[in-house]
């Protein structure tokens, strides 16, 4: 693979590894900060000493309860979101691909919709009953949308894959309207935060739940990145230079379906950085995707983890203000490049 | 005779060959515009009171302000399917044009920012002046829309290297989200939400004459622009590079489009709502007939366009009397199946 570096690589990984310290310290000072905030107020020294045991019951039950899981699922979510959003970029090759094209958030929502609809008194469910069947309903959209675009003997084209993506989404959205019109106010409200998405799973059973997929699913496509620059090629030549192409796009988009499926069920639709994470990595940093993979994880994360701090303060849901940070940012990056 | 085989056989071996179907486009403006007439006065004639077409025509040329029913046709139905029938047109040839210029299949009007734009302003005003009337909505609603186009438009054009479609689109995908989550903001913190998904999926149900009258010029202004710029779009469509070989002043022509798609798709999104499929739908039905030629498909996707937004609002009137089913949502689900057939039977790859 020699050829597709002919450009000199040393500055470009001089510049690689700044951008990944620089990502990992902010992501440390969100994590303080973030610590930091909430209805009890605590000082980063008080903070520290309570990660190291020392602090009061209080100051540990807020810390280890309740900040510490939201800041993990966070984290998670963004780095898995990002990395889907990322996966299917270069699987269907457009630049607008997320993981809302899947389907996964509209297939989300309208598992929501009926369950809201039929249980309007929502405290009665287990807190688990939502998130769980919020990822039924995005599997079933994304293996809808799959069935959908797989065709004997072609195999994926990508082209299908994200028309019929976004007209699947399309028609779950409009069931979506046409149930919501009948909800009441207050459930009404429930839905909209929902889909603008805000971090809803806050105990360490989500963390529980949500960590086998990322352990999994996120090695497993950092060590098949090249393949994905392969596919960025084209197919014919792809082929030629001998990857498995159908597989690889198989393989590639059940991971991001896995990915966004589990994230979206605890997260509502956070969409948004799956989209903008890994073009911002891109800008920065290139498009190898060796590379580009794990930074968009990262940036994701960072995102989401800043979203989620921001909107326990201003009480806005944390996926409006990935949008509000993120899409300004981008502009920025869009107008600046050449 | 010589000639004559000399021509047929020489034809084959045309350099660049654009796969065109004249006639199976005329055929589909022909009988698209029959069926468009046939579905307006089923429209009409039809509904909460069921008028017969005789009536139907002469409140239409003899109108007599005495009879219940004449009324009823000229301030509720006549307006009302005929703002459908523009909005229709318009929404699917802004959406062939994006679709066109930005070489991107799935582009349309959306992607502009003018949704986005128009709900911003609609969630303003929801939330800081409850109780606005109609026209005034209307008119807040273009300008969101404008706004959204030119922010997108502006930012496109301002950055290094020019307006490239990749460029277009992102910029277009990233400040509508960026609209969309300040409106859903406001929205969920004054608790206006439903009343907007109300509006916004209201579609053409209580539009005026007034209203009609305002956008007919515009309308059939922009529909003929796309009309005598279509060609320019297949040469765009086929990639800048090779307009730009063959002679074309690029920058210009695409401001041109630009305003046009804006004023086509920011008078629907303000009169109707957002309607969002059909930009996406007629294109691709319509380029699935009638091959790649511009000057083909936007006439027919304004025609298809019509017929699909009238005979939508005819059938979500009928469904269910008492209340009104979105017009988007009913296009989405007609919409949705039959697209996904299309998209599987075609063999070709968009790109």
């Not at chain 1, 809302?100 to 008194?121: C, D, E, H, K, S």
Request: net charge positive.
């Amino acid at each position: 693979m020699n050829t597709l570096r002919s450009e000199p690589h040393n500055p470009k990984q001089a510049r690689a590894t700044v951008f990944f310290i620089t990502i990992a310290i902010l992501i440390a000072a969100v994590f303080i900060i973030s610590m930091n905030t909430g209805s009890l107020s605590m000082s980063p020294l008080d903070v520290i000493r309570t990660l190291f045991g020392q602090g009061t019951d209080q100051q540990k039950l807020a810390l280890f309860d309740f900040r510490l899981p939201r800041i993990v699922i966070s984290l998670l979510i963004g780095a898995g979101l990002a990395v889907s959003g990322c996966l299917l970029q270069g699987v269907v090759r457009n630049p607008i691909a997320d993981p809302g094209i899947l389907g996964v958030n509209a297939g989300a929502g309208v598992m929501v919709v009926l369950f809201i609809t039929y249980f309007p008194n929502k405290t009665i469910a287990p807190v688990w009953l939502l998130p769980c069947l919020a990822f039924i309903g995005a599997s079933l959209a994304a293996l809808l949308l799959v069935m959908l675009a797989y065709k004997k003997n072609i195999g994926l084209s990508p082209t299908k894959l994200i028309l019929s993506g976004i007209a699947v989404a399309a028609g779950l959205n409009a069931l979506m309207i046409v149930l919501t019109i009948q909800l009441d106010s207050d459930n009404y409200q429930f839905l909209a935060a929902f889909l603008a998405g805000s971090i809803w799973g806050t105990d360490w059973r989500f963390v529980v739940a949500l960590l086998p997929w990322l352990v999994i699913i996120l090695p497993f496509v950092f060590y098949k990145a090249r393949v994905l620059d392969l596919l960025n090629l084209g197919d014919h030549i792809a082929t030629g230079l001998g990857a498995p192409v159908q597989r690889a796009r198989l393989t590639f988009l059940a991971a991001a379906v896995a990915l966004a499926a589990s994230c979206v069920a605890v997260s509502g639709s956070i969409g948004f950085v799956g989209l903008i994470a890994p073009h911002i990595a891109r800008r920065l940093i290139g498009t190898t995707h060796k590379v580009l993979l794990p930074a968009s994880a990262l940036l994701g994360a960072l995102l989401v983890l800043i979203a989620d701090t921001l909107s326990r303060v201003i009480d806005i849901p944390a996926g409006l203000i990935v949008a509000m940070l993120g899409a300004p940012y981008f502009l920025y990056l869009l107008a600046k490049m050449r | 005779m010589d000639i004559s085989s000399k021509k047929g056989s020489s034809e084959p071996q045309h350099p660049i060959q654009i796969k065109s179907r004249p006639w199976a486009a005329m055929s589909i403006i022909l009988i698209g515009l029959l069926a468009l007439l046939l579905g307006l006065m089923l429209s009409v004639s039809f509904g909460a009171k069921d008028i017969d077409l005789a009536t139907v025509w002469s409140a239409i040329f003899r109108f007599n302000p005495d009879l219940t029913e004449h009324q009823v046709i000229h301030a509720l139905r006549l307006p009302r399917v005929l703002a459908g029938a523009m909005v229709g047109a318009s929404l699917a040839v802004a959406g062939a044009m994006m679709q066109g210029m930005t070489r991107n299949p799935l582009a349309d009007s959306g992607l502009l920012g003018l949704n986005a734009g128009a709900g911003l302003a609609l969630a303003l005003c929801f939330a800081f002046f409850p109780g606005l009337p109609f026209l005034s909505l209307m008119l807040f609603s273009f300008l969101g829309a404008t706004l959204g186009g030119v922010l997108i438009f502006g930012i496109g054009s301002i950055s290094m290297g020019g307006l490239t479609p990749m460029r277009l689109t992102l910029a277009g995908a990233a400040i509508s989200a960026l609209l969309l989550a300040f409106s859903q903001g406001i929205a969920l913190h004054y608790r206006v939400g439903q009343s907007m998904t109300f509006w916004y999926a209201g579609g053409v149900a209580g539009t005026r004459w007034d209203q009609v009258e305002l956008m007919f010029p515009w309308i059939i202004g922009g529909l003929i622009g796309a009309m005598l710029l279509s060609r320019f779009i297949t040469l765009l469509s086929f990639g800048e590079e090779f307009a730009v070989g063959l002679g074309m002043r690029v920058l210009p022509i695409k401001i041109a489009l630009f305003f046009i798609v804006l004023m086509l798709a920011g008078i629907s999104v303000a009169v109707a709502g957002v309607i969002g499929f059909i930009g996406l739908l007629i294109p691709h039905l319509t380029r699935a007939l009638v091959g790649v030629d511009y000057r083909w498909i936007i006439p027919c996707s304004a025609v298809l366009g019509a017929l699909l937004v009238v005979a939508a609002d005819f059938g979500a009137r009928m469904i269910n009397m008492s209340f009104e089913t979105p017009v988007g949502a009913l296009i989405a689900l007609i919409g949705v199946p039959f697209f996904l057939y299309l998209v599987r039977k075609e063999r070709r790859e968009l790109t």
